[in-house]
């Protein structure tokens, strides 16, 4: 860790006894793929977003183990709000049901087993936030149903935005950079893109 990472990691604590257990599963657990969580930076990041906006309904694409889950789903116990995170592995489903469980916000998260890009289509909208972190092939895929199912002036966030420049393989790289020039280029949308974890690209809906 550099001595800036180091610096900002000295402030952060866990909102949540959960989110240090689910960072030691990512280690433990060998028999279920699992793909690299959004990190302590950006969790702390997404806590934030929910609470500046008193945000009511997100919509969380790609739940893994559930620490972006916890991490939104603690903010959204204060907001008074509710989560929906999709997962399309039935293995990580159960232990996410389980950690989200332990984590006491099993009436804040209602986790969905199933294909993102089909269970976008049967979600209601409009949600204040929406957090794309499934395949990095369906990102611009799936960008217009995001675009659809946010509230004017809600958030859409991206993780793994800076895979090009990290030298991330080109099957994962090329879908995110090309969803990265999408939102830049598009109207309805007004973007940056912030370098805390690998990187999150965070877009708000100018429109109705
Ligand atoms: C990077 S991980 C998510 C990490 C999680 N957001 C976190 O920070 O804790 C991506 C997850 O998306 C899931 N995924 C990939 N394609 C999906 C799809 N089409 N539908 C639902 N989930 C999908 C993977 O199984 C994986 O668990």
């Known amino acids: ?11 952060m604590t866990f ?6 257990e689910i960072l030691k599963q990512e280690q433990t657990i060998k028999d279920i793929h699992i793909e690299p969580s959004v990190g ?3 969790g702390k990041f997404l806590s934030l977003l929910v609470r500046m906006t008193n945000a009511q309904r997100v919509l969380e694409l790609g739940t893994c ?25 039935v293995n990580l489903y159960k ?21 993102a890009s089909k269970v976008i289509d049967q979600v209601e909208g409009p949600f204040d ?16 149903k995001c675009i659809n199912l946010v509230r004017k002036n809600g958030i859409i966030i991206a993780d793994d935005a800076l895979f090009k420049p990290m030298g991330f393989p080109e099957e994962y790289s090329e879908p995110v950079h090309d969803y990265n020039k999408r939102v830049f280029e598009d109207n309805r949308l ?19």
């Open 1 to 11: 860790m550099n001595k800036v990472a180091e610096y900002i990691n000295s402030f």
């Open 15 to 20: 909102d949540n006894p959960q989110l240090p």
């Open 40 to 42: 302590l930076e950006v």
């Open 65 to 89: 183990l559930g620490y972006s889950t916890i991490w939104i789903a603690e903010a959204l116990r204060q907001t008074g709000g509710k989560l929906i995170s999709v997962e399309h592995n």
């Open 95 to 115: 232990v996410t049901s389980q950690n989200i469980n332990e984590a006491g916000l099993s009436d804040v998260v209602e986790v969905i087993w199933g294909d």
């Open 129 to 144: 936030i929406i957090l794309q972190d499934s395949g990095k092939h369906l990102y611009p895929v799936m960008l217009e």
């Open 190 to 208: 007004y973007s940056t893109l912030l370098p805390i974890g690998h990187g999150i690209v965070v877009s708000t809906k100018l429109c109705d």
